[in-house]
């Protein structure tokens, strides 16, 4: 957060995935940020839910998350996003490196912060290829889906 202020300038919107989140944001993330720099982050006190969520991520520069269910929401609104998983989340975390994203999903015990901010300044620096990667991933996605559809119309016989 605080190297993301200071090279753009620009706010960090702080919002938990889930509800026992809430607590943790504000208690590890929010609160031992430095006043000058609160000023340009909201942290949500309240739980939204998945349309307002999505609304949000349809705004976003960009969405980061150490769930995984964000970053997907996030690329179905168009967003880049950045899932920084942890050995302790099942194997879904390779989603992400099945859809050509694999460098936007660094494992967070092993990634310092330094190159997650790399990572993330990456995407910005070219927005539009970012969300040209998005573009790519998510044609893949519906492809994969449609394929899988005819599949399951040939087993039911529609």
């Known amino acids: ?9 620009w706010k960090v919107v702080i919002a938990p995935e889930v509800y026992k989140e809430m607590e943790y944001n504000k ?3 929010y609160d031992p940020l430095p006043d ?14 998945v349309d307002e969520a999505c609304s949000f991520y349809a ?4 969405v980061i998350c150490h769930e995984p269910h964000t970053p997907i929401m996030a690329l179905a609104m168009g967003t880049p996003m950045m899932h920084t998983f942890s050995e ?33 300044m990456g995407i910005h620096r070219d927005y539009p290829a970012a969300q040209a990667k998005v573009k790519t991933s998510m044609a893949y996605v519906e492809k994969r889906a449609r394929a ?4 399951l119309k040939g087993v039911i016989g529609a």
């Open 27 to 29: 208690k590890f993330v």
């Open 36 to 49: 000058d720099l609160k000023k340009h982050v909201v942290n949500f006190d309240e739980f939204w839910n």
């Open 59 to 62: 705004r976003a520069h960009t």
């Open 88 to 120: 302790f989340h099942s194997p879904k975390c390779w989603m992400f490196k099945d859809i050509g994203l694999e460098e936007w999903a660094p494992e967070f015990d092993r990634t310092s912060a330094r190159q997650m901010f790399d990572i993330l």
């Open 1 to 9: 957060i605080k190297m993301w202020v200071k090279e753009t300038g």
């Open 148 to 151: 899988q559809m005819d599949v």
